[in-house]
């Protein structure tokens, strides 16, 4: 990569081809030679950019959006980000359905980025009239000229990282890279990657990354879909209530299970350690690397990706705000106790 003596068409240009950055710091304790890949770095500042815009354009090619027309999609906010944003540019409206767990400032950006934002309660089943998905389909049914993005059973969200990220981690690393490490929530991003690798090396293992509260291991392991897995978490983007048709279980070698906590305090570690201001899921893909090295899953020739998946400037009202991490109970440790005045 590099934008040295290069101009641009429009910002849809710089999507892709993100940097691959070598951790130092957080990660010297632990066995082999650890890469993150920065997300952050498209313009939408998250892995979303691909999926948006290679959706779009597939669209595009099989003539199901003609201008004006509308995308329809349900996000936790980072897909409804790079919608709004490749749809301004290709001039389509944007109308989202968002959970009420995302952050009011990704909300806001949405609104900010021209699309038309209804916002659905986080904790009701998937099935349930009121939930995300039920709104963006009934939103999709009533509008016409519209398509819905679907992004957890649309095999696109796959092909668009199959297509992309596969193949710059693996020339990124010179086809060195041993492990994956990917937050998975609608699984594309890990499944593409995979997909894409392990046609070029079936040796490299893919470690998932989910969260307590979430059904996926338990499903990877069990094929069963085990409703008792289910409660509410505070992580955004990671894990599901459901079975994404869009995660190719069988590509993915194992499941890592991270809290809210451990999540969000590296989160915070990161940015003080390596100078990385990123969001709440890269916290927990180094977290489930913390867990991994504790069962000495790597040896020191080990090349680890671990994928960045957006920015820190996402989470200002929650991981990075002092006052929600108290709330949350997640600061305990650091609580300056009060002092008596010293007297002379
Ligand atoms: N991290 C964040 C912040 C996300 O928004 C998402 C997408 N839901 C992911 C990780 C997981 O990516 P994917 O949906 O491709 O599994």
Redesign the pocket.
């Known amino acids: 990569m590099g934008h040295k003596n290069k101009v641009y068409n429009n910002v849809l240009d710089l999507i892709g081809n993100t940097p691959l950055i070598k951790l130092n710091k957080i990660t010297a304790p632990f066995s082999g030679k650890y890469f993150a890949k920065l997300e952050a770095s498209n313009p939408g500042h998250?892995?979303?950019d691909r999926?948006a815009l290679y959706i779009i354009d597939q669209a595009e090619k099989q003539g199901l959006l003609k201008p004006g027309d509308t995308i329809v999609e349900t996000t936790?906010?980072?897909?409804g980000f790079s919608l709004a944003m490749v749809s301004i540019v290709k001039g389509y409206k944007c109308i989202l359905a968002v959970s009420s767990k995302s952050s009011p400032d990704k909300i806001d950006m949405l609104r900010t980025m021209g699309a038309e934002v209804h916002i659905c309660p986080a904790h009701v089943a998937a099935d349930d009239p009121k939930s995300y998905y039920e709104v963006a389909k009934r939103l999709h049914e009533e509008t016409p000229g519209s398509i819905y993005i679907n992004?957890y059973f649309n095999d696109l969200?796959v092909d668009a990282?199959y297509h992309s990220t596969g193949p710059e981690i693996w020339n990124q690393t010179e086809g060195k890279i041993t492990h994956l490490v990917?937050?998975?929530?609608?699984?594309?991003?890990?499944s593409g990657t995979a997909k894409y690798l392990k046609e070029q090396n079936p040796d490299i293992k893919i470690l998932g990354v989910d969260a307590y509260g979430s059904v996926l291991k338990k499903y990877h392991e069990t094929r069963e879909f085990d409703k008792a897995e289910i409660y509410p978490y505070r992580i955004?983007?990671?894990g599901k209530n459901l079975i994404p048709t869009?995660?190719e279980f069988d590509l993915i070698d194992e499941f890592i299970k991270v809290t809210d906590e451990e999540s969000a305090l590296t989160a915070r570690e990161i940015a003080k350690t390596e100078g990385l201001f990123v969001?709440?899921?890269s916290g927990a893909a180094i977290q489930a690397i913390k867990q991994l090295n504790d069962d000495n899953t790597f040896d020191e020739n080990d090349v680890i990706v671990v994928?960045f998946?957006?920015h820190g400037s996402?989470y200002m009202s929650k991981i990075y705000s002092d006052k929600w991490m108290n709330d949350q109970g997640f600061l305990d440790s650091f609580k300056v106790e009060e002092k008596e005045d010293v007297k002379i």
């Open positions: 998250s892995s979303k999926i936790s906010g980072n897909t992004q969200n990282h990917a937050c998975s929530g609608t699984g594309g991003t890990i955004e983007g990671l869009a995660t969001g709440y899921t994928i998946p957006d996402r």
